[in-house]
């Protein structure tokens, strides 16, 4: 089955080709970034306007590369949820269309899944079955969670943020350390020269059981928003004075506070019953320390490392092909009545 997946649920405008949920013939990504960069982070507004100027070439792109002709497509799926309401309706109505055109069923696709069947696209990937049960990590500028991975369509949500999303924590120390937008990969990068353990700074602590966890294991939960907190405070104590090696080691202690939370929380998961392996998932898995974090703890439990290939990690299309492929749709049928879910869940 040739599926012809569209994503535009936050910043980045993409559609991809995937047969049998597996094999790859086409993705192609545009990045918002630099229409956003000015503004420190994504403008709802301007993000839909460049998908409806942007998705008709994507598509038209991911077509021709997979070398069919439309009447190939033998059916088309699109992200309708958890997104930005304006942008998932972009690519939804465009999804819906073609879908009605071609003559061809519609599937729905949750994002969040689509992050975690990235780990299973390409011929090389590992094989879903070979590895389940398994703890994958949701990184993304919008989500932290810790899932406990059955089966497609099988989770079991163990933990997720109660303020911020990691990569949120990211560009938004960046910020405050006036080093642009996205954080992620320039933090990352500046890390690289500093020093770790120059500044303590705080792991998010323990929460304490509350409502708002619902049945969660609070030891399984993060909060970031202290970090960002500490970081200004510090930042306003000790004011970055143009030296490079000042600017590295407070990035590189940022990272490994955020780093170290992520990684505390993946070990305690772990011993949460038999599991064959730990993913990481979405943006923020592309960071390298967190990358050599997780392989550590990985190592100590005894159970195999899962990361998506570097052009799956952040926002793509072919992990939506690849899901409604592998026959995951959340109608599981064409439904072109089916409205988007901006706060759709696991
Ligand atoms: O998955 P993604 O592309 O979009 C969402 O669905 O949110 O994730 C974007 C996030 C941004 O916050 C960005 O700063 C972060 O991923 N990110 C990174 C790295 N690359 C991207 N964070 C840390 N280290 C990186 N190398
Ligand atoms: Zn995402």
């Known amino acids: 089955m040739r599926v012809l997946g569209i994503e535009t649920s936050c910043d980045e405008t993409a559609a991809a ?3 049998d949920g597996r094999d790859v013939l086409s993705s ?3 990045s918002q970034v630099a229409l956003h960069g000015p503004y420190g982070g994504v403008v709802p507004e301007i993000a839909s306007r460049s998908h409806v100027q942007t998705l008709p070439r994507m598509i038209d792109q991911a077509v021709s590369k997979a070398g069919m002709e439309w009447g190939d497509v033998d059916a088309v799926a699109a992200a309708f949820g958890p997104g930005l309401a304006s942008s998932l309706l972009v690519g939804v109505s465009a999804a819906r269309g073609l879908a009605q055109r071609l003559d061809v069923p519609l599937i729905a696709i949750n994002h969040m899944e689509a992050h975690i069947y990235s780990l299973f696209l390409e011929e090389n990937a590992p094989r879903l079955e070979d590895v389940l049960p398994f ?24 933990g997720r943020t109660v303020d911020d999303a990691a990569g949120e924590a990211f560009d938004k120390g960046a910020n405050l350390m006036g080093l642009g937008y996205p954080g ?10 500093g020093n770790p353990n120059a500044v303590r700074f705080p792991r998010g602590g323990r929460l304490k059981a509350n409502p708002m966890l619902g049945g969660m294991n609070p030891a399984l939960c993060f909060s970031f928003s202290g970090l960002k907190t500490a970081l200004l405070y510090y930042l306003r104590e000790n004011p970055l004075d143009g030296s490079e090696e000042m600017l590295a080691n407070v990035a590189a202690s940022y990272q490994e506070a955020i780093v170290g939370s992520l990684a505390q929380r993946c070990r305690i998961a772990l011993q949460s019953g038999e599991v064959h392996a730990l993913a990481a998932v979405g943006g923020v898995s592309l960071n390298g320390r967190l990358r050599e974090r997780l392989a550590e703890v990985a190592e100590e439990a005894s159970v195999r490392l899962l990361l998506s290939k570097p052009h799956y990690c952040a926002d793509n299309a072919a992990m939506i092909a690849g899901l409604a492929g592998a026959g995951q749709g959340i109608t599981g049928r064409s439904d072109l009545a089916m409205d988007i879910d901006p706060n759709m869940r696991l």
């Open 184 to 193: 992620g990969p320039i933090i990352d990068r500046t890390a690289k020269a």
């Open 17 to 19: 080709v995937v047969v």
């Open 135 to 158: 703890i994958a990590l949701v990184v993304s500028g919008g989500h932290t969670m810790l899932v406990r991975v059955e089966g497609l369509g099988q989770y079991t949500l163990l």
């Open 28 to 30: 192609c990504v545009f």
